[in-house]
């Protein structure tokens, strides 16, 4: 029998675009881009995934590596990592990037999701959950980054979409705003 992490160490649910995304893709190796504590890391790792979870956030890779050392958990490897950097090297089969983005500096955003294609294997995953700002509904927070319409579609042209939508959202501060959501598989040559 499996436990619950999240609920043992107060953390939140898995994102439930992670946990959506887990009924189609295969446990391999993934890469948590913007990992916090670990709600989708330990998610992941309870899925059979071997996990790399960054961020830049020490206090927060700390308080991952302490779950990760009272369970004595083998398949999730932290790094404290600035994704601005844009040069993390894979190959990986999900990467996962999920309410991060929009924390970034936009002049970097380019690099970073072509870094996340880049150590992706062929026939791997990309899954991507950021805000947007769009004339129907301006973003109410204020973001370094977010989408335009069409925008993140756009940037994963030639890989094949599983799911891909721009609907409207509520933060955890009760805010409405539309987010990219996109789960994408890069094409076998
Ligand atoms: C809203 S949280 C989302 C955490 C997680 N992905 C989830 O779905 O719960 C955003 C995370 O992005 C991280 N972050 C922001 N800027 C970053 C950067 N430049 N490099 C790495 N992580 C960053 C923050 O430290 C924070 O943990």
Redesign the pocket.
């Known amino acids: 029998m499996t436990f619950d992490l999240n609920s043992r160490y107060g953390l939140?649910p898995?994102?439930s675009e992670?946990v959506d995304a887990c009924s189609h893709i295969e446990p391999c190796h993934a890469l948590?881009?913007?990992?916090?504590?670990g709600?989708?890391a330990l998610y992941l790792s309870q899925q059979g995934f071997q996990v790399t979870a960054?961020?830049?956030?020490p206090s927060?890779v700390n308080m991952l590596e302490q779950i990760i050392q009272e369970e004595q958990i083998s398949t999730i490897q932290t790094e404290v990592?600035?994704?601005?950097e844009a040069q993390l090297k894979g190959p990986f089969g999900f990467v996962?990037?999920?309410?991060?983005l929009m924390?970034?500096?936009p002049n970097r955003v380019q690099a970073v999701i072509r870094n996340m294609q880049d150590s992706t294997f062929e026939g791997g995953y990309n899954l991507i959950?950021c805000a947007m700002n769009t004339s129907q509904h301006p973003c109410p927070m204020p973001f370094p980054f977010t989408f335009e319409e069409k925008e993140l579609k756009e940037a994963y042209a030639g890989w094949e979409l599983i799911k891909y939508n721009e609907d409207l959202g509520t933060m955890h501060n009760g805010a409405q705003l539309q987010f990219a959501t996109l789960l994408a598989q890069k094409p076998k040559s």
């Open positions: 939140n898995a994102h992670v948590d881009m913007g990992c916090s504590n709600r989708n960054v961020d830049n956030n927060a990592y600035d994704l601005h996962v990037c999920t309410v991060t924390f970034l500096n959950v």
